[in-house]
């Protein structure tokens, strides 16, 4: 059913630290080896050895320069996948009922078996989360992992989504968001989390944690005392010399 | 927005189709015994390619009968309906003209209204996606279903009517590129409150995240041809508003033919330009629009 829940019981989703985040496409990888073997089709990739290669991917890792009012700029790495928004747009516009937003944990996910491939719930998609598999002809986007994070017969600690196991930083962190004492909770509280594009009216869970304030480098040189060389013998000389013309 | 063949021709044919199928129902027009056929069939040709068209570009048409399940939430799913009930509905009155049943009308007018309805629909697929500022404003309906008036009245040859119809296009068409080309700054969305990083600075892209294409780019952040935006707008107007307007003013079946080409092909062009035009606000995380 497209219409979205009134609530739902858990709101899963992850913090992502772009203080942390190294920009490694770490996280890129582990996703696609995932999900290339596990939920529904595969991430097809087209021409992959070829001049013009291009694939399916449920996530997607930009790199930023910013440049602040006073200091150099910061480049900072940014991690892009689905948010499991609340209003999510992407679910209501779907005809088929395959794209939904499930009620126990907010996860949005697509039942591959009822999307006709119309590719309507990608444009509703403001963070370009969703990509239409060019082999199987049906939707993907990130299911945060939901055959990892219930999935018994994986040790403990797998027990969360691949990027997040996958990350040599910890920079992206899962959890509940509607349980205001869980880790990602308290993380977004502390560090200032927010949510991208508020205005376009979605909801998103998943929050961007902001990098800390950068500490102000130092004026001067450490070295300065020594590098002030006062020239003698012959160089002394030439400095003066040299000075004077 | 990538401008698909198949969804143009599938909403300018569709469009025109629901336009005529409108006419004839309500009873502007009524011909009779093979005339009806042809005219009918017009209709029924054009609406009916243009929504097998719309099947083109789905990655699975196998399953295309699943969009009649969500018409509480989705506008495509309601406009699945709305066509088939339109169609539907219409062919009793279709029988009735060629026939020569005498049937009475009163189905007709519903029909046509729903003709109508049907063309709202397929606008408010377009007209409901926030995150293409250009698409999202009333204006976008009127003029989907001004168009459809425009070329269902040329082809149910009503001339003065037409024209008319053309004119108040032309008006629609000038405000649709007027209030569409400020849409996105309206919206407020940059790379900034994209990344949420203006909290920090000016934000420019630094490195993109992938080397090659990839679906978004192809669909969503399609930037070929804007460059001469200005010539196909101008090339649309003449052909969709003001060479058809002028060829009503004739007399004749052939002045028709030549005025519904003529619309025709502006419209498609018209609706080239609405895709190509149209900016998805995802275009900001690579830095491009
Ligand atoms: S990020 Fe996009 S795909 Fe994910 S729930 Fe939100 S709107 Fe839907
Ligand atoms: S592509 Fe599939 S999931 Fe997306 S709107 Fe179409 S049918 Fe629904
Ligand atoms: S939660 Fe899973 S599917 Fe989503 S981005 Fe991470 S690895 Fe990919």
Redesign the interface.
């Known amino acids: 059913?497209?219409?979205?829940p009134a609530t739902t019981q858990k709101k899963l989703g992850l913090a992502i630290d772009?203080d942390t985040c190294v920009?490694c496409q770490a996280c890129v990888t582990a996703c696609k080896g995932w999900n290339d073997q596990g939920y529904g089709a595969r991430l097809s990739d087209q021409n992959p050895y070829g001049a013009?290669?291009?694939?399916?991917?449920l996530n997607?890792?930009?790199?930023?320069?910013?440049?602040?009012?006073a200091g150099p700029?910061?480049?900072?790495n940014?991690p892009?996948s689905c948010l499991h928004c609340d209003d999510a747009?992407c679910?209501?516009?779907?005809?088929?009922?395959?794209s939904y937003k499930r009620t126990e944990d907010g996860i949005v996910l697509v039942n591959e078996d009822?999307?006709?491939?119309?590719?309507?719930c990608?444009?509703?998609?403001?963070?370009?989360a969703r990509?239409?598999?060019?082999a199987?002809?049906?939707?993907k986007k990130c299911t945060l992992c939901v055959d990892r994070i219930y999935n018994e017969t994986l040790p403990e600690e797998d027990r969360e989504p691949a990027c997040v196991r996958g990350c040599p930083t910890g920079a992206r962190h899962f959890g509940d968001f509607s349980d205001p004492d869980s880790k990602v909770s308290r993380l977004s509280a502390e560090r200032g989390g927010?949510?991208?594009?508020p205005?376009?009216?979605t909801k998103p869970v998943n929050r961007?944690l902001?990098?800390r304030k950068k500490d102000h480098p130092q004026e001067a040189s450490l070295l300065a005392p020594l590098l002030d060389i006062k020239a003698s013998g012959f160089a002394g000389w030439l400095d003066k010399i040299l000075g004077k013309i | 927005m990538h401008p698909a063949p198949s969804v143009i021709i599938f909403s300018v044919f569709s469009g025109m189709g629901f336009g005529l199928l409108a006419f004839l129902g309500a009873g502007v027009v009524t011909p009779s015994g093979w005339a009806a056929f042809l005219w009918w069939g017009l209709g029924y040709g054009l609406a009916v390619v243009g929504l097998l068209a719309s099947t083109f570009h789905l990655g699975n048409p196998q399953r295309a009968l699943l969009a009649f399940t969500q018409w509480r939430s989705s506008w495509l799913s309601r406009e699945a309906w709305a066509s088939v009930a339109t169609l539907l509905l219409l062919a009793p009155v279709a029988l009735s003209d060629w026939l020569a049943l005498g049937w009475p009308r009163g189905i007709g007018f519903i029909g046509a209204v729903l003709a109508l309805g049907t063309v709202f629909t397929t606008s408010m697929i377009y007209t409901q996606i926030k995150a293409v500022p250009r698409w999202h404003h009333p204006v976008t309906p009127l003029m989907f279903m001004v168009f459809s008036l425009t070329g269902g009245a040329i082809l149910a040859g009503q001339h003065l009517l037409a024209a008319v119809l053309c004119v108040a296009l032309g008006a629609v068409l000038l405000a649709v590129y007027r209030i569409g080309d400020g849409q996105f700054a309206r919206a407020g969305q940059t790379m900034g409150t994209a990344t949420g990083l203006d909290r920090i600075g000016e934000v420019a892209v630094f490195e993109q995240a992938h080397t090659a294409g990839n679906y978004l780019l192809r669909e969503m952040i399609y930037v070929v041809g804007r460059k001469h935006a200005t010539k196909l707008r101008r090339i649309a107007f003449a052909l969709a508003v003001v060479l058809p307007a002028l060829l009503l003013l004739g007399h004749g079946l052939p002045f028709v033919v030549l005025a519904a080409i003529s619309h025709l092909t502006g419209a498609l062009a018209a609706r080239w330009l609405f895709f190509a035009e149209a900016e998805h606000v995802v275009g900001l995380y690579y830095g491009k629009r």
């Not at chain 1, 997607?60 to 009012?69: K, L, N, T």
């Not at chain 1, 679910?91 to 395959?98: E, I, L, M, W």
């Open positions: 059913m497209t219409c979205l772009l920009g013009d290669p291009s694939g399916t991917f997607r890792v930009h790199s930023y320069a910013v440049q602040p009012e700029a910061q480049t900072i940014f892009r747009p679910v209501t516009v779907c005809p088929t009922g395959a009822a999307c006709i491939g119309c590719g309507l990608a444009w509703a998609c403001p963070y370009g990509e239409l598999d060019q199987a002809g049906v939707m927010y949510a991208l594009m205005d376009m009216g961007y902001p990098p």
